[in-house]
């Protein structure tokens, strides 16, 4: 239901834009005043920070003001909003990014990863995505394609990037809490301020306690006297 309200919105809105450009023509310098009230995204896939509109590569970024906008928590979360991406648990190795159909699944200690993670510019190697959630993100940066040894270490399918929220010079602070069915609770905070002159500091905290989806009545002990 609501992608089809979604859907006739867009029409309807498409439709009263056309009418607008046909009775009020844009001069040139409306159009790049409303080209630049375009929301700049600024990431460091080059190891610089740079516009999104300007990096030569196929890079896919999500802000976190965008990331609580889509509920994007996971790793299998963000496979539904990033072209090519797709995201496999496993037992074994804790969950595997697949970038245009290139991963590694292999869980040798030793093997390298087709689809690198990089925690703040560094390469973190095996993880276990699919055991938490994203935690104080300022984004999330994945790049299709094959990657040099630009962060450290060169990948074939491509790389994803999480960059965590930097500490500011001013006070901020803020808590989630989400309560749901089996008694799920999810809590979430950080606080982030000056520590002295030049020094600032960032903390965050999470967690997630939820009850079984069913009782296991195989693990009652019962005493035949």
Known sequence: MKIHLFTESLKVSLLVCSLLFLVNPVNAEEAEAAANSIEEIIVTSQRVEESLQDVPIAVTALTGDMLDDMQIESGSDLQMVTPSLSFQG?????????????????????????????????????????DGEFLDMERIEVLRGPQGTLYGRNTTGGAVNFVTARPGTNFEAYLDIDYGRWNTLKIEGAMSGAISEKISGRIAVQANKSDGYYTNNGTTVTSGL
């Open 90 to 130: 496993g037992d074994a190795g804790g969950g595997t990014f697949n970038i245009r159909g290139i991963t590694n699944l292999a869980v040798s200690a030793t093997s390298e990863s087709g689809v690198e993670i990089h925690v703040n510019d560094l390469p973190v190697g095996s993880t276990t995505m699919q």
